[in-house]
């Protein structure tokens, strides 16, 4: 069973500039998360889908983060203009056994805004 | 803001030693789950517990869970090198299991050959 995918690995961006992620799910996960971790901390939820609709985006700083799911499928979260506390690693998971087998994550994208 | 905090932040011991890392959390949960992250990578599902159960294994791994004192530990027995990682626990708070999660701040493990 192929993971989680996100790219890109790395991004580094100057401050105020735009920025894309991408994650494509395990097949057949109809749930999907969005995680921020800064450096030293544990993941921070910033959205939830569920299938293509958005089940929890509390946490989403809507003034400069969105994040789409069209399709129920693949996922982008997009920052703009970004900020110097931006620079993160933003986690993609998501999940179809759950709670039982709880989240798969993919490896992150490193963003580093400078 | 973060429902779980681990202790202790870094923990180094001898390969072979046990090590043991505690969770607290602020409110009810309907479910608690350990996390491992490797350098640089994604966090990996070690174990769930269920908040009607007091205690549950999975190979090298014990977790336990006092709902009385908002508290959980993982054991990890007879450790490896291969072990050396973040461990997260994370919580799933309200009514039935929302699949959301949140996460506390981690415990390193460095575990030397």
């Known amino acids: 069973e192929a993971g989680v995918a996100q790219s890109p690995r790395y991004k580094i961006i100057e401050k105020r500039q735009s920025v894309a992620f991408w994650c494509n799910p395990i097949?057949?996960?109809?749930?999907l998360y969005w995680y921020q971790q800064i450096l030293g901390q544990g993941p921070k939820l910033l959205i939830q889908f569920q299938n293509n609709g958005v089940v929890d985006d509390s946490q989403l700083p809507k003034d400069r983060f969105s994040a789409e799911r069209l399709k129920g499928v693949d996922s982008t979260l997009k920052i703009q203009p970004a900020k110097l506390e931006d620079s993160a690693v933003y986690l993609c998971?998501?999940?179809?056994?759950?709670?039982?087998?709880?989240?798969?994550f993919g490896s992150g994208t490193r963003l580093t805004v400078v | 803001s973060q429902q779980g905090e681990e202790d202790p932040q870094a923990l180094s011991i001898q390969e072979g030693e046990n090590a043991t890392m505690n969770c607290s959390y602020k409110?009810?949960?309907?479910?608690l789950q350990w996390y491992r992250q490797n350098s640089g990578r994604g966090l990996v599902h070690l174990i769930l517990?269920?908040?009607?159960?007091r205690e549950k294994h999975s190979g090298r791994l014990r977790v336990t869970l006092d709902t009385s004192k908002k508290s959980s530990s993982l054991l990890i027995t007879a450790s490896r090198a291969a072990d050396t990682a973040s461990y997260f626990c994370?919580?799933?708070?309200?009514?039935?299991?929302?699949?959301?999660?949140?996460f506390g701040q981690g415990t390193t493990l460095q575990v030397k050959p």
């Open positions: 097949s057949g996960h109809a749930t």
């Open positions: 998971a998501s999940s179809v056994a759950y709670p039982e087998d709880g989240y798969t």
């Open positions: 994370a919580t799933d708070l309200g009514s039935g299991n929302t699949g959301k999660l949140i």
């Open positions: 409110t009810s949960i309907n479910n």
């Open positions: 517990i269920r908040s009607n159960e």
